[in-house]
């Protein structure tokens, strides 16, 4: 108890209201995370950011709390906008500004690609205050759901911002900014895993002034974790890895342990099903996941993984970064990463 009384009071110093110093509580978040406790002060004086931050860090509360905060003070419709490159990371956001906005009437909507654009409309007709989108969704209902506009948007935030700026969503989210208030009116953040020379140089020039945050060092993974290298014959590269997860999961039923996940990392869409049949058909609970799957079956793969009901995930890039699965216990590169960092960052 006086531990708790202790951890909410640390948040609160951090200047938040009590209405989402019980939010954090009833989230079981004891104190803030390094990267909310550098983040908050700086942004609830109202500066510009630019973060560095694994995955798992806590990064959404990061930006999320002071939004929310911002938002107590000065309601309005269409408040926030925060943009993701994929739909599931886009969800996860959401799912937070809904966890922690309802104490002080927050509403949100997650605009994302694969689902109704229909249901959507009709959330953004009872004008929300805060947007979570994928880039491309958001610029469809820009230009088809009449009556919505982003005029009156007073904060903006790029997750994992070097994808966002890079080459496969430069053009969409180039229109997006324009379409958005600059200079004074509007505060910016952006959080990446990776400082890239984009998110430098889109920095300098939308930015005022930005407080730069790093918490993990650049391409930095976890001090626990253990890196191996296996060299095999290319013919063999399945029954090696069959090998491989069959003897960790013999590890795990030796030690009685709770069965741990795996994920796996394939180069091409077609290949996931391929190797997850593979493996079911050996004995391995594996699914796959991939973006040539609907909407809903990404987000139903995702969940039975999160759930443990299938440990093995045998995906493309997809889910590498940004998303929020607790404890994957082994990594698989099944094929050498075009872009290591990509799979580095996560
Ligand atoms: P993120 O890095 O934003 O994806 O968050 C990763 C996970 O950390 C999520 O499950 C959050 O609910 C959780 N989390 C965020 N902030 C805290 C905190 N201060 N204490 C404990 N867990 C947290």
């Known amino acids: 108890m006086a531990a708790e009384e202790e951890n909410t009071t640390s948040f ?30 700086h942004a609830l004086e109202g500066k ?15 930006f999320a709390l002071p939004i929310l905060q911002a938002l107590f003070d000065s309601p309005q419709p269409f408040f926030a906008l925060v943009l993701s490159p994929t739909r599931e990371l886009a969800l996860q ?40 989108a994928t880039p491309g969704r958001l610029l469809h209902h820009l230009t088809k759901t009449r009556g919505f506009s982003l005029g009156t948007i007073k904060y903006l935030v790029l997750d994992e911002a070097d994808r966002l700026l890079g080459e496969e969503f430069e053009k969409t989210t180039n229109e997006i900014l324009k379409v958005i208030p600059h200079g004074g009116e509007r505060r910016t953040y952006l959080f990446s895993a990776t400082m890239t020379n984009k998110v430098k140089k889109v920095a300098r020039a939308g930015l005022r002034n930005p407080v730069k945050i790093e918490v993990a060092s650049k391409y930095s993974t976890v001090e626990t974790l253990q890196q191996q290298m296996m060299s095999t014959p290319v013919q063999y590269k399945g029954c090696y890895l069959v090998c491989l997860l069959k003897k960790w999961q013999r590890t795990d039923q030796k030690k009685k342990k709770c069965q741990r996940r795996a994920m796996v990392f394939a180069e091409k869409c077609a290949e996931t099903p391929f190797l997850a049949c593979m493996l079911q058909n050996l004995g391995i609970k594996a699914i796959p996941l991939h973006g040539k799957m609907s909407q809903s079956e990404r987000v139903g793969a995702l969940n039975v993984f999160k759930a443990g009901q299938n440990n093995v995930l045998v995906c493309t890039n997809l889910p590498s970064r940004g998303l929020d699965i607790p404890s994957v216990d082994m990594v698989i590169n099944y094929n050498m990463p075009e872009n290591p960092k990509v799979r580095l960052a996560t």
Do not use: M, N, Y
């Open 12 to 41: 609160k110093s951090l200047g938040l209201c009590d209405q989402l110093v019980k939010a954090v509580a009833e989230q079981q978040w004891k104190s803030p995370t390094p990267i909310q406790a550098e983040v908050i002060p």
């Open 48 to 62: 510009d950011l630019i973060a560095l931050s694994q995955t798992g860090s806590g990064k959404t509360g990061a």
């Open 93 to 132: 956001i959401d799912q937070q500004f809904q966890a922690l906005g309802p104490g002080i009437g927050a509403k949100s909507v997650a605009l994302v690609g694969g689902e109704s654009e229909v249901q959507q409309s009709t959330v953004l007709a009872k004008q929300p205050h805060i947007i979570v």
